[in-house]
């Protein structure tokens, strides 16, 4: 059974794209049945291009990505998500939808990349990719299939805290 985790941060169209560019990309070289997704409370509309620019310079695939709401995962027949990942400060402290199912949501804030100076932004974005990358490849060592939703918890916030 596919586990399904939603990557939120405010305008999905940075650190919640590259969360879901690195935790499908590995979990696909993995192995892994894992499936992501982003989303975000106020969608700005359009992913940064510097986001796109570090995903694909790690080889990541970003055809059909976009910019969209956290509403088009919270009606009937869509993905029941088993993990729920805030990436950006703003989206932690905001008022979420109720998830069906009660997924285990956990926050792993990063500064926005888009807000280093002009000069320094894509290598703001490649550091924020790698470091959530990291993240999502610990996430992948889970035995998620078998983790009891307490146990799961405990060990998002232990790698929060790594």
């Not at 696909?28 to 499936?35: F, N, S, T």
């Not at 993240?135 to 405990?154: E, F, K, V």
Request: hydrophobic content about 40%; proline content about 6%; overall charge neutral.
């Amino acid at each position: 059974m596919t586990t399904n985790i939603l990557i939120l941060c405010t305008h999905n169209s940075a650190r919640s794209v590259l969360g879901e560019g690195m935790l499908n990309h590995w979990a696909h070289k993995l192995g892994k049945d894992v499936r992501a997704f982003s989303a975000g409370s106020a969608p700005s509309g359009r992913i940064n291009p510097f986001a796109l620019e570090a995903l694909g310079s790690a080889g990541v695939d970003t055809s059909g990505y976009r910019s969209k709401s956290w509403d088009e995962f919270v009606g009937e027949g869509t993905p029941k998500m088993r993990i729920v990942i805030t990436v950006c400060d703003s989206a932690a402290a905001e008022q979420c939808p109720y998830w069906p199912g009660s997924p285990v949501k956990m926050h792993w804030g990063y500064p926005d990349p888009s807000n280093a100076p002009e000069a320094d932004k894509a290598r703001a974005f490649e550091l924020t990719r790698q470091a959530i990358g990291y993240r999502m490849l610990q996430l992948l060592q889970l035995p998620l299939g078998t983790m009891s939703d307490a146990d799961l918890q405990r060990a998002l916030t232990s790698i929060a805290e790594s």
